[in-house]
């Protein structure tokens, strides 16, 4: 099922560790962690294990490394985006459209952060580590500053943000099924559309229905 993947676009010249991570995540989202063999990344990568393992010594590391640079990649969007907004409500705006435009621009690292929370039960009570965690603290950030002003309902911020980051990756990962349901729904013709579409959905039921 290899050639059904996302391939990442990697430029010509990229190092070693970079097209390594690249591969790592397609296989990982395409395939969770523990349907993915390293001989097969290296593979694709042209090294042997060996190769593949001077830059990352078993399995879990390169996979906490994928997590780490799609939370990195995350962090940064939310910064640029949260650093031109000016007040709460526009904070709030600012941070909804960065996870927005993320989850269009990268469908598969959208895909492999939902794998990853279906998949690590059993495993992140023991991690010492977590990727996602200072993301996830800003956006708790942004939606508390947004509901001491009344630019979002009031009730758990957790909550609230569960509840977008949740139709979001709903929306993404069940549109060719209902595109098959439904083949008259242009819509679901367009995954940008579809996606987008759910968001705004979400956002007014973060407002208490208010657009």
Known sequence: MRNARQKPATPPGTDTR???????EAAFAAEGFHGVSLAAIAAACGLGNAGLLHHFPS???????????????LEQRLAASLGAAKGAAARVEAALDAQLTW????PQGARLVLRELIDNLGRVEQARHLPLGAYVETLI???EGGQKTGALRAGPPLALLTQYLGALAYALVARPTFARMQPDDALLADEADWITAVAGNARAGLKGGKQ
């Open 141 to 143: 950030g942004v939606i």
């Open 18 to 24: 970079q097209r390594l991570l690249d591969e790592a």
């Open 103 to 106: 989850t269009i621009e990268r």
């Open 59 to 73: 399995k879990a590391k390169l996979y906490l490394a994928v997590l780490d640079r799609l939370a990195a990649e």
